[in-house]
């Protein structure tokens, strides 16, 4: 089934942590400890659902309970497992919003509207987002600020954005 329109990729399980069955997690949410909050997720198939019962948060990582697992080797097999929520249980977003979903394939372009590349997803390392695209000529990704100065222009509906790269906007 993989991602759709229907479905936005929240969150992803990691190693797990401890010996009861807990999860390393990375949520993709703005809050990253609401992933929690918005009920049952499913795998990238759509087959398996997935509850997080609870989180907390450690200085190194979202440490997460995962309903009816209570091994480490549970929670092991659970390893790299993409987490989804349909798009209808999403709240909604404010004008300046936008789901990395959305922003994912974007073409970007340049202020001339100049193919430059395609979105390859949105990172937030911890000081803001970086967008990270993948140049048309096949180049290493670039990976770019996103700020109203170096993407001040996001148009999900007709799939493109604009990008001035740094050393255009000297």
């Known amino acids: ?13 990691g190693a797990a942590q401890g010996l009861k069955g807990e999860v390393r997690l990375r ?17 990238e198939t759509g087959a398996k659902t997935i509850e997080i019962e609870r989180v907390r948060v450690t200085p190194k990582a979202l440490i ?12 092991e097999a659970l390893n790299g497992t993409k987490l989804y929520l349909l798009r209808a249980s999403l709240p909604p977003r404010e004008a300046d919003e936008w789901y990395v979903a959305d922003m994912v394939g974007l073409e970007a372009v340049d202020a001339n509207g100049k193919p430059i590349g395609k979105v390859v997803t949105v990172h937030n390392f911890g000081a803001s987002d970086i967008i990270e695209i993948a140049p048309v000529g096949g180049e290493a990704n670039l990976m770019v600020a996103f700020t109203e100065t170096t993407v001040p222009e996001v148009d999900v509906a007709g799939r493109r954005l604009v990008l001035v790269l740094p050393e255009e906007s000297e």
């Open 1 to 13: 089934m993989g991602q759709d329109a229907d479905r936005v990729l929240v969150g992803e399980i």
């Open 27 to 43: 949520s993709f949410t703005q809050d990253p400890a609401g992933i929690a909050t918005y009920g049952p997720l499913q795998d």
């Open 64 to 75: 997460a309970s995962i309903k009816g697992v209570a091994t480490r080797e549970q929670a």
